[in-house]
């Protein structure tokens, strides 16, 4: 999928939203574009952007993160410049906080990220996740984000998945369930994620993705 200058991703917890940035920026530096991620989540402390440093820095991309991440503090300082980043002229990634909790954090950029032209904010869903098994429930979440951070969603990313065991039959089953949050936000939706192989032909908007974000017990 294209990206904008400034993509801002969110999600409820385990959707898959830090791997779905984890590809975008990777997808953007093997293009050639010059990349930054900003680890905006705050609340989960298991799966961060702030964990792939190392192979970001491979690639090329620049990773911020609070302070406090892979620590054991509690309260994170969140010195980010980034207007500053916004002038460079690459492209920027945000994950943000897997609720509308998480979401405060990116409400203090608000009123910068408001004013950038280029930019937009996905929301990714999984059907399959127990806090949002029904299409109202994943859309009053997206809501609780918007109005924690002051911003508003712009497209949806299907990102339904159960990790390893996932197949196309999978992600078949989920496009009904997308569809019906497509409606209810009113939202596109921008991309539909799967590993290769598990892409069914119908999806839309298909977006290959590999996986980085692995389960604890994996």
């Avoid at 779905?20 to 799966?47: E, H, Q, R, W």
């Avoid at 936000?185 to 590999?210: F, R």
Wanted: aromatic share 8%; with cysteine.
């Amino acid at each position: 999928m294209e990206l904008s200058k400034l993509t801002v991703v969110t999600g409820h917890y385990g959707s898959g939203k830090t791997n779905f940035s984890v590809n975008a920026a990777l997808g953007i530096a093997a293009k050639g574009g010059k990349c930054t991620v900003i680890d905006l989540d705050i609340v989960n402390p298991y799966f961060r952007t702030a964990d792939f440093g190392d192979m970001f820095r491979s690639k090329g991309i620049e990773l911020f993160a609070p302070v406090y991440a892979n620590t054991n503090l509690d309260i994170p300082s969140l010195n980010i410049p980034l207007e500053s980043i916004l002038a460079d002229g690459g492209y920027v990634v945000i994950d943000v906080g897997g609720d509308d909790e998480g979401a405060k954090a990116l409400g203090r950029y608000a009123p910068l990220i408001s004013g950038f032209a280029d930019k937009q904010m996905l929301y990714v869903i999984n059907k399959f996740r127990y806090l949002t098994k029904e299409p109202a429930d994943a859309a009053q979440v997206m809501l609780e984000i918007e109005q924690s951070s002051g911003l508003r969603h712009t497209g949806l990313v299907n990102n339904s998945s159960l990790g390893a065991e996932t197949t196309a039959d999978t992600v078949r089953s989920s496009l009904g369930f997308a569809e019906e949050v497509s409606k209810l936000t009113g939202l596109p939706i921008a991309a539909t994620c799967a590993v290769e192989g598990a892409m069914p032909a119908e999806a839309p908007s298909p977006c290959t993705v590999k996986r980085y974000v692995h389960n604890l017990w994996e």
